[in-house]
Nanobody, 120 residues
Framework: HVQLVEAGGGLVQPGASPRLSCTASGSIFSNNMMGWYRQAPGTERELVATISRGGTTTYTDSVKDRFTISRDNAKKTAYLQMISLKPEDTAVYYC??????????????WGQGTQVTVSS
């Protein structure tokens, strides 16, 4: 059993800079690619950022200069540092991980999501 748990969301004002975390637990041999997605009300889920096991990152254009994805492989944790949030960043943020288990099986897992609301 593998579980991803996000934390760090909440109600913030425009300009806030929270950090989200995603911690994996269970029968994990290694986490491969990890990523953050978000889904705003009435829209489809979109990719925000990805990070490979070796640290190579990608970003969607709307967050490229404001968000930073990182990871700590020893802690099995990925982070999303968000700088100067805008109301348009309001969404449920989801963590995704490509996991190789201790039984050497490879599957994709999702976290439960954490709500980020940016409002005055």
């Amino acid at each position: 059993h593998v579980q991803l748990v996000e934390a760090g969301g909440g109600l913030v004002q425009p300009g806030a800079s929270p950090r989200l975390s995603c911690t994996a637990s269970g029968s994990i041999f290694s986490n491969n690619m990890m990523g953050w997605y978000r889904q705003a009300p009435g829209t489809e889920r979109e990719l925000v950022a990805t990070i490979s096991r070796g640290g190579t990152t990608t970003y969607t254009d709307s967050v490229k200069d404001r968000f930073t994805i990182s990871r700590d492989n020893a802690k099995k944790t990925a982070y999303l540092q968000m700088i100067s949030l805008k109301p348009e960043d309001t969404a449920v943020y989801y963590c995704n991980a490509d996991v190789t288990t201790e039984y050497l099986q490879r599957s994709t897992y999702w976290g439960q999501g954490t709500q980020v609301t940016v409002s005055s």
